[in-house]
């Protein structure tokens, strides 16, 4: 419906506690209080960082998030909401990590538990 980049504009469906991260995030951010690979909000699809992570969007060669560079693909992303767990593999050699991806993945677990632990906000920022 509406085409427009929905920054500060988050759906009713995704919660209210979403809305606040993201806004406190993006200040955080903003500030330089918070390091962006550290977000448990993506700022770009208005989502948790595990609900978006798989996007092409969150692929960046240069800083190998989610990237393989030996084999030059891209990681395939695996959630599991019921365990908490977010696994990242390169499709080719099976491998793939790298410092970055790490970072993501911890975020992702993060944001994980954050975001099923909804009664409690805890955001650090
Ligand atoms: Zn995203
Ligand atoms: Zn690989």
């Known amino acids: 419906m509406n ?3 929905p920054r500060g504009q988050v759906p ?3 919660g209210h506690v979403l809305a606040r991260s993201l806004a406190a995030e993006d ?14 909000t993506c700022h770009v699809h208005g989502r948790w960082i595990h609900q978006c992570v798989s996007s092409p969007v969150h692929v960046n ?3 190998r998030h989610r990237w393989c560079r030996d084999c030059a693909a891209e990681l395939t992303v695996a ?3 019921l365990a908490r767990t977010v696994t990242m593999r ?11 991806t790490t970072r993501l993945m911890a975020a992702c677990r993060a944001s994980l538990s954050h975001a099923s632990s909804r009664s409690q906000p805890r955001l650090v920022a």
């Open 12 to 14: 009713s469906l995704t």
């Open 3 to 5: 085409q427009r980049k």
């Open 61 to 63: 060669p240069v800083t």
């Open 90 to 100: 390169c499709p080719r050699c099976g491998q793939g990590s790298s410092a970055a």
């Open 27 to 40: 200040r955080a951010e903003d500030a330089g209080q918070l390091d962006p690979d550290d977000r448990l």
């Open 79 to 81: 959630v599991d909401e």
